[in-house]
């Protein structure tokens, strides 16, 4: 069964480094997601991608934040200067289609910042 | 903003019985509604959806209902299995909208 994988599943980076963390969704699934999940919180929505930009995003996506599909099959969250509060469990996921269509998540990267 | 709320951070089911986990939402514009479930180190894994057309969706042991005036819905499992044992959480989307507004779960235990 397809299914959405993250790279690396644990990443430790010092306050205000640049971390990167990766997606593969499925390979014909047209829109993309970032969520995260602080530490005894809700899965909080981050960002939806479609047709190679950004479809929605939340208050929390700020200009710290970016996303890319530097290729056919990757998909990227780039947070450029880390702070202590952005340790969390991040969630790529993935759905063929926007309304209607269930996302299908990925294993999620545990960020740590120190 | 507790747009989608669940009310019991756990419940505790015996094997073979019915399992009912509740969750209630604010937002009379939601319009889909999911339940993923979720076990540690892992992300949340889609089980079952409805639309707010439908009053009920059931998939094998699973069955979501829907109330739509009371802004309720509930999952029932049955029978329960004690690989049923994870988190489950409520979730919600908006047409007009991308994200989905997730509940902050319940942790079930199906005693073997």
């Known amino acids: 069964e397809p299914e959405v994988t993250q790279t690396p599943s644990h990443q430790v980076t010092q306050m205000g480094q640049e971390v990167i963390l990766r997606c593969v969704p499925i390979?014909?699934?047209?829109?993309f997601y970032w969520y995260r999940q602080i530490l005894g919180q809700k899965v909080e929505f981050l960002v939806s991608?479609?047709?190679?930009?950004?479809?929605?995003k939340s208050e929390i996506f700020d200009d710290q934040f970016s996303v890319e599909r530097p290729d056919g099959s990757n998909f990227t969250l780039k947070i450029r200067s880390t702070k202590l509060e952005d340790s969390a469990m991040y969630f790529c996921?993935?759905?063929?289609?926007?309304?209607?269509?269930?996302?299908?998540f990925g294993p999620g990267t545990r960020l740590t910042v120190t | 903003d507790q747009q989608v709320k669940q009310n019991s951070p756990s419940l505790s089911v015996q094997e073979g019985r019915i399992s009912i986990l509740n969750c209630d939402y604010t937002?009379?514009?939601?319009?889909?509604f999911l339940w993923y479930k979720k076990y540690p180190a892992e992300g949340p894994t889609f089980l079952i959806s409805?639309?707010?057309?439908?009053d009920k969706n059931e998939d094998g042991r699973f069955t979501v209902f829907l109330n739509k005036s009371a802004k309720h819905l509930s999952l029932h499992i049955v029978p329960s299995q004690p690989g049923d044992s994870a988190v489950y959480f409520c979730?919600?989307?908006?047409?007009?909208?991308?994200?989905?507004?997730f509940g902050p779960g319940t942790s079930l235990s199906v005693i073997p």
């Open positions: 996921a993935s759905s063929e289609g926007r309304q209607g269509y269930e996302q299908y």
């Open positions: 390979s014909n699934h047209l829109y």
């Open positions: 991608f479609y047709n190679n930009e950004i479809s929605e």
């Open positions: 937002n009379s514009m939601f319009d889909y």
């Open positions: 409805i639309s707010s057309i439908k």
């Open positions: 979730a919600a989307s908006e047409w007009a909208y991308d994200k989905v507004i």
